[in-house]
């Protein structure tokens, strides 16, 4: 059974993505306010950790593209390499363009979701870092599978989504959020075209959140004006 997937986000009031270009707090406030606040209420969710899109988790990486030293076999099934009791760090990365070096990510185990198209020295090159990996499909974008493997074979009961408004995108269009926890910074980026918190790639005549509606469970106001918003998402998911 696949996990339990909350969005967990911070956006500025007009809801975009981007912190380093919101107005600064208010006089007096501490200015990392954003990045503490945004870590307390994750640990609210006891979550078995997070997933992100690869543009995201290029922070992380800090590897660089080698010639593997040896080519197991079986290299095609999903790989559970040594998690030791870690939380995990899903990317979402399906053309394998990112290169670790280690395995993990602020502390937390990567698992790497790929497409099936990556070469064997790649995977081989994910299984001498430590990385674990799991296959989406043909092209990595079959986000119910990748998302089925996460519970039965790696475990995870429950993640946080923590995009990237595409990847947030792609998993609403897929009807695979279960929950939204949204802190609201109390600032303005004002600028059309700005990364959004839900930014589904898709036709002018696309609802990608059809058939879903939001129940309200709870409403905070944190320190220094934030406020913290946690919706249910209800409604019948998107076929896979």
């Known amino acids: 059974m696949r996990p339990k997937i909350i969005c967990h986000m911070v956006s500025s009031v007009d809801g975009r993505l981007l912190v380093d270009r919101w107005t600064p707090p208010a006089a007096g406030i501490d200015a990392d306010i954003v990045h503490r606040t945004y870590d307390q209420v994750a640990s609210r969710f006891d979550a078995d950790g997070w997933i992100v899109g690869r543009k995201t988790m290029e922070g992380y990486a800090k590897g660089k593209a080698r010639p593997p030293g040896t080519i197991p076999a079986d290299l095609r099934a999903p790989h559970v390499a040594d ?10 990365d399906p053309h394998g363009r990112l290169h670790y070096g280690r395995d993990h990510a602020g502390g937390d185990h990567i698992v790497a979701v790929l497409g ?18 799991l296959f989406a499909g043909p092209d990595g974008h079959d986000l119910h599978r990748a998302m089925d493997i996460l519970g039965d074979t790696f475990g995870i009961s429950t993640l946080l989504l923590e995009g990237g408004g595409t990847i947030n995108g792609a998993f609403l269009k897929a009807g695979l959020i279960d929950g939204i926890s949204l802190l609201m910074y109390p600032g303005i980026d004002g600028l059309a075209g700005v990364p959004s918190i839900f930014e589904y790639g898709g036709t002018d005549d696309e609802r990608p959140a059809a058939g879903r509606s939001l129940r309200h469970l709870a409403t905070e106001t944190l320190e220094g004006g934030m406020v913290w918003l946690h919706y249910a998402v209800e409604g019948a998911p998107a076929s896979p």
């Open 83 to 92: 998690r030791r009791g870690r939380d995990t760090a899903v990317a979402m």
């Open 116 to 133: 099936e198209q990556v070469t064997d020295e790649y995977l081989a090159e994910l299984r001498e870092d430590g990385v674990s990996y």
